[in-house]
């Protein structure tokens, strides 16, 4: 087993982009897990499917063929044979996600998924980034971080990356979505033993740095 690195927090915390880096300085595999409930909403909505039905939505998930490699510097999201890097992060997915996550069959799902994939990783450690990494899906790992920033410099870079999309939407679809998230697991305060790493007044290469130091200061054999 690989050299667990858990990642949790809200929407806009810099998880995805700053656990990439982390795995990419330390030689380690990437695990983004908010990409599957993403592609799932997804193929739910190719599929025609009522994503306010659950059982619907259960029902979707023996033909939700998905694809992910945990190379940081090869990042790719596959549908079957579709590429859905790009397409699970427009505003529409992100509006219905929350609907598929909250499905309990789903969560069980994906997280034999998401263990199966960290089974399987044949780097030395690998950073899994997500809402309840920490507390579910590996809260036996020897490194256990919950990054956050407030919700107003989250906002901020979300919109940043959206620049076709009004602000005040995006600020609003965010906080809606960590509301709905937040009912499903708590992303917001630190579990037990859960290193909190606030990004809000650092920059991304600092943010990185912390993470980093978080990780030197758990298993220092792991980081020269
Ligand atoms: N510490 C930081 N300072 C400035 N920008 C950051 C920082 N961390 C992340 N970002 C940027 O903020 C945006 C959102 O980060 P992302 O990794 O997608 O967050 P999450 O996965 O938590 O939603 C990205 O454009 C990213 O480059
Ligand atoms: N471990 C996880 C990861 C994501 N999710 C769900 O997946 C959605 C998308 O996650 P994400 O990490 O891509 O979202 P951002 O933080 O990047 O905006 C979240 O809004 C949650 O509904 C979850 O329930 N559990």
């Known amino acids: 087993m690989p050299l667990v690195v858990a990642v949790d927090g809200p929407a806009g915390s810099g998880k995805s982009s700053v656990s990439k880096e982390v795995a990419r300085q330390l030689g380690y595999g990437f695990l983004d897990t908010g990409a599957a409930y993403r592609a799932l909403a997804w193929h739910a909505e190719a599929s025609g499917i009522d994503t306010d039905d659950a059982a619907s939505v259960v029902s979707s998930l023996p033909s939700f063929a998905y694809r992910i490699g945990t190379d940081p510097a090869g990042y790719a999201v596959h549908v079957g044979e579709v590429d859905v890097t790009t397409a699970i992060r427009e505003p529409h997915i992100s509006a219905i996600v929350s609907r598929v996550a909250k499905v309990p069959e789903v969560r069980t799902h994906l997280i034999e998924l998401f263990r199966g994939i960290m089974a399987d ?104």
Do not use: W
Request: hydrophobic share 40%; glycine share 4%.
């Open 121 to 224: 990783e044949r780097h030395p450690g690998i950073v899994v980034e997500g809402r309840d990494i920490t507390t579910v899906v590996a809260p036996d790992a020897p490194v256990r971080i919950l990054l956050t920033a407030s919700e107003e410099v989250r906002i901020a870079r979300r919109s940043a990356e959206l620049v076709d999309v009004p602000a005040e939407y995006t600020g609003e679809q965010l906080r809606r979505r960590d509301e709905a998230d937040a009912k499903v697991v708590d992303f917001m305060t630190a579990a037990d033993g859960v290193t909190t790493v606030d990004s809000t007044e650092l920059d991304f290469d600092q943010t990185v740095e912390a993470v980093i130091g978080v990780i030197r200061a758990a298993q220092p054999e792991a980081v020269r």
